[in-house]
Nanobody
Framework: QVQLVESGGGLVQAGGSLRLSCVAS????????MGWYRQAPGKQRELVAE???????NYADSVKGRFTISRDNAKNTGYLQMASLKSEDTAVYYC?????????????????WGQGTQVTVSS
């Protein structure tokens, strides 16, 4: 019903930058909030950044000042610009959207997850 395609992950040296993209497709009626989460080996999945439909943003303390979340509502696309990357940023990054879909049998907003993309910061 909703598919999230992520791109931009890969290997980067410490101090470098990387931009993740998340394109949502399917029977989407409306996307409210979008967010990026990450999960490092042996750790719980954590919120990295989120952005509301109105453009309000929220960041984890560990990435404030380094990461920037944005969205293009016309393209149903979200972005995560990552700068000054550190080894601690190494994780699988997941895109998540809260959306309503064009299905009369599905009511309200539901959360949808991407499959994740690996970001590895070498040091």
């Amino acid at each position: 019903q909703v598919q999230l395609v992520e791109s931009g992950g890969g290997l980067v040296q410490a101090g470098g930058s990387l931009r993740l993209s998340c394109v949502a497709s399917g029977r989407i009626e409306h996307i409210s909030d979008m967010g990026w989460y990450r999960q490092a080996p042996g750790k719980q999945r954590e919120l990295v950044a989120e952005i509301t439909n109105g453009g309000s943003t929220n960041y984890a303390d560990s990435v404030k000042g380094r990461f920037t979340i944005s969205r293009d509502n016309a393209k149903n696309t979200g972005y995560l610009q990552m700068a000054s990357l550190k080894s601690e940023d190494t994780a699988v990054y997941y895109c998540k959207v809260d959306a309503s879909i064009r299905d009369r049998n599905v009511i309200g907003i539901r959360g949808y997850w991407g499959q994740g993309t690996q970001v590895t910061v070498s040091s």
